[in-house]
């Protein structure tokens, strides 16, 4: 073998004690696709100069390898270039056979290019550590304080944390192998939702950083009709990547691309969050303080997540730019619907919110509630929704009340499932919540212009007065809140029939609240109404229940006196579940099943 080819073999035989690699088959990926050379044990024939090869191989690895170490690069490559040192000086000051200090020679130039090259790749990207990159804010910490090796796969590099920690209360994917969540106990804090994303090495954050720009570029000037999330293909963001840093492995790759479509087509930080089908509402109430989401099965959680100074204000205007709508310091309020059907209240700057910007989203429910459901969770027994049934059957006029997040909206989408197929329906709402089957069903939203000067929104009031012109059977007003009630209130007195809801505690409060400023409905008016629903959220244990507390039916004696008739009482099907107890007030007669029979709803 010549002085050249024995020089590598030595060479490759020092890398190995230097940096840890072993004899045989190369197992690296990264450091492997670094290689131009096949794998020896791709050909069997070559066994024979496998030392040669994988020496080769690993020699042109090398420099690529310590330029992306970020641990031990900078200590390896000193130890190369002492290396390349003390040979030379051998070589120079040492009376060795002529062989010996050629091999010296060699060695020593090799380890000298081998440590220069790996230098330049170690300094090489002139942009160097960027703080604040898109993608790794502060507010989300990593899995873990080391950066997994390319080597593993990713679910090996991120795996879920083991049940076995601390305080743990339960723990689920979000996006596997990327996104996981934990709920733990936090010391005197109580239980934290605490998300876990996978950790950026500091040229990973350059990458990253060079990358989300070329990708703006790419979604503002390539075909802008089409979303973003369209226009992010897994090979068009693997192609951007590959072009800042054609040496990354496979698994790193995967985790920046996920970054990106984070950022670029979902909510940034909130991704997990509005991915988490267990979660209802989402809220930050300024800068410095932890997102608080709301659990369907632990409540009201503090999460990892908070905005610095600067973040929050740009979040919420990437949320209305989401909603399609414009804030400002003009116009600091909105409220809006987010792609997905999700509502968002948004406010900006500290002109409103003394602690700054601050956003709530009420989560869509992608899948809409059926009376099945409403029965699975123990809202209402099959009894009461049997009743129902007869109620929309034929025809009569409901209001759903309740406080906030009582599940209102959710109840009265489920009991519209009992119109008929065919019958015209026509629904009117601020934001888009109700989903029905029906294919004779016109949804219509409300339209709020911020244009001073400019005429044109559309309120519900507007939208009530137009539904009355095409001839609807069913009119379902999303919630009544001012004077679109009174509007409401003539279309029940002309026959048609209507589904409503509004936020009171009671039967009482909500007759109230419709024959006072600022509804104003007359007491005349209420002979129109058959039922009133009340439905209530109660906090049993650890868990938030939501019942149906009471129905009754409206009535107006001769004296104008509205009078409500207790129907049904109780939390239906609580008994067992949750402990509550009912009072069994449930026979009565009814004009609501249309032929004055006897309506009765025991419970067994």
């Known amino acids: 073998m010549a002085i050249r080819d024995r020089a590598l073999v030595i060479l490759a035989t020092l890398t190995d004690t230097f940096y840890g690699f072993r004899a045989g088959p190369v197992k690296t990926p990264s450091f492997a696709q670094a290689s131009s050379l096949p794998h020896s044990e791709d050909n069997p024939t070559a066994q ?25 690069g900078d200590v390896l490559i000193l130890a190369v270039f002492l290396v390349a040192f003390l ?6 000051l040492i009376d060795f056979p002529i062989p010996v200090l050629g091999l010296l020679g060699v060695i020593s130039l090799a380890t000298l290019a081998l440590a220069g090259s790996a230098a330049w790749h170690r300094f090489q990207p002139a942009s160097g550590t960027r703080h604040g990159m898109p993608g790794t804010t502060k507010t989300i910490p990593v899995h873990g304080s080391r950066v997994p090796e390319a080597s593993l796969s990713i679910e090996q590099a991120l795996p879920l944390p083991s049940r076995r920690e601390h305080g ?14 934990r709920i733990v106990r936090k010391g005197n804090e109580g239980f934290v939702y605490t998300v876990d994303e996978p950790s950026l090495t500091e040229e990973e954050q350059a990458v990253l950083f060079e990358t ?47 970054y990106l479509r984070r950022d670029h087509s979902g909510y940034g930080p909130l991704e997990a969050l509005m991915r988490d089908p267990a979660l209802e509402d989402i809220s930050c109430n300024g800068e410095n303080l932890p997102v608080f989401v709301f659990h369907r099965t632990h409540g009201s959680l503090p999460t990892n997540i908070l905005f610095r100074e600067g973040e929050l204000d740009q979040f919420v205007l990437k949320l209305a730019q989401k909603a399609n709508k414009q804030i400002s310091l003009s116009n600091p309020m909105v409220d809006a619907t987010l792609p997905g059907g999700s509502r968002v209240q948004i406010t900006f700057s500290n002109i409103v919110s003394l602690r700054g910007s601050s956003f709530t989203i009420r989560k869509f429910r992608a899948d809409p509630m059926t009376p099945l459901d409403l029965i699975r ?58 989903q029905l089957p029906h294919k004779n069903w016109l949804a219509t939203i409300t339209r709020e212009l911020t244009v001073s000067g400019v005429q044109g929104d559309i309120d519900l009031f507007s939208l009530l007065k137009a539904s009355m012109r095409q001839r609807p059977e069913f009119i379902i007003v999303g919630e009544v809140r001012g004077r679109e009630a009174q509007t409401l209130f003539q279309a029940m007195n002309t026959g048609h029939a209507t589904l409503s809801t509004l936020h009171a505690g009671s039967v009482r409060e909500a007759i109230n609240r419709l024959t006072h400023e600022p509804i104003s409905v007359p007491p005349v008016m209420f002979t129109a109404l058959d039922l009133v629903i009340s439905q209530s959220v109660f906090t049993y244990g650890n868990q938030r229940v939501r019942r149906c507390s009471a129905i009754n039916e409206i009535t107006v004696n001769d004296e104008g006196t509205i009078i409500p008739r207790l129907l049904y009482s ?8 949750d402990g509550f107890h009912r009072n069994r007030k449930c026979s009565t007669r009814s004009r609501c099943c249309g032929d004055g029979r006897r309506s009765r709803l025991q419970k067994n």
């Open 570 to 577: 109780g939390m239906s099907r609580a008994t067992q579940q």
């Open 377 to 434: 969770y123990g809202t209402y027994s099959a009894e009461v929704l049997a009743f129902l049934w007869l109620v929309i059957e034929h025809r009569k006029s409901l209001i759903i009340a309740g406080g906030t997040a009582s599940g209102k909206t959710s109840t009265m989408n489920a009991v519209s499932l009992f119109i008929p197929l065919n019958a015209k329906i026509v629904s009117l709402e601020d934001t888009h919540e109700i």
């Open 48 to 72: 024979p100069l496998a030392g040669f090869g994988k020496s080769v191989a690993r020699l042109r690895a090398i420099p690529a390898y310590l330029g992306n170490r970020t641990d031990t």
């Open 87 to 92: 040979t030379g000086y051998g070589a120079l």
């Open 212 to 258: 989300s720009s070329h990708l703006r570029k790419v979604i503002v000037y390539d075909n802008p009709e089409n979303p973003p999330a369209e226009r992010l293909d897994a090979s068009t963001i693997s192609h951007i990547i590959r072009e800042f840093h054609p040496r990354i492995a496979n698994d790193r790759l995967a985790i920046l691309s996920y």
């Open 168 to 181: 743990l209360l339960e723990q689920y994917w979000i996006e596997s192998p990327f996104t996981s969540v």
